[in-house]
């Protein structure tokens, strides 16, 4: 009886079988793809997200919120006529905590040079990072 052997090309045809295609790519027309993680790197669901013009700018007008383009609305986008430097933002508040002087909840936001974007000169996918465990005590 031969013994088993196995190829480096099915192995690696196998491997590249196995990857599940990337959950944060660029939203075509979009000024920004905004994508939020768990803190393990995961996709994550945020309660809300948004893009905003930074307060101490002048032209802060509130909060608008982002467009979600997956089933799991992890993943956002800012509309296309957004120019110039904005912000971006997710918020999560996790399930009621067992101390009634604490919440789970976790927030994040990042400022985005959306002129740098347009002029290929940064990324246009800006990730966002929230904590499902993080607490807020009194």
Avoid at 16 to 29: F, L, R
Avoid at 38 to 58: E, I, L, N, T, V
Avoid at 76 to 82: I, L
Wanted: glycine share 8%; hydrophobic share 40%.
């Amino acid at each position: 009886m031969r013994p088993f052997t196995f190829s480096l090309a099915a192995l690696l045809s196998f491997t590249a079988c196995d990857k599940e295609p990337p959950v944060c790519v660029e939203a075509e027309g979009a000024a920004a793809t905004v994508c939020v993680e768990d803190q393990h790197g995961a996709p994550f669901a945020p309660d809300a997200a948004y893009w905003f013009w930074p307060p101490d700018g002048g032209s802060y007008d509130g909060e608008h919120a982002l467009t979600c383009v997956d089933e799991g609305c992890t993943v956002f986008t800012v509309p296309s006529e957004v120019s110039g430097v904005f912000m971006v933002s997710a918020t999560w508040s996790g399930p009621i905590h067992h101390d009634p002087d604490c919440v789970y909840r976790s927030f994040a936001d990042a400022e985005v040079d959306g002129a740098a974007i347009a002029a290929g000169e940064a990324d246009p996918i800006v990730v966002l990072g929230l904590d499902s465990t993080a607490e807020i005590c009194e």
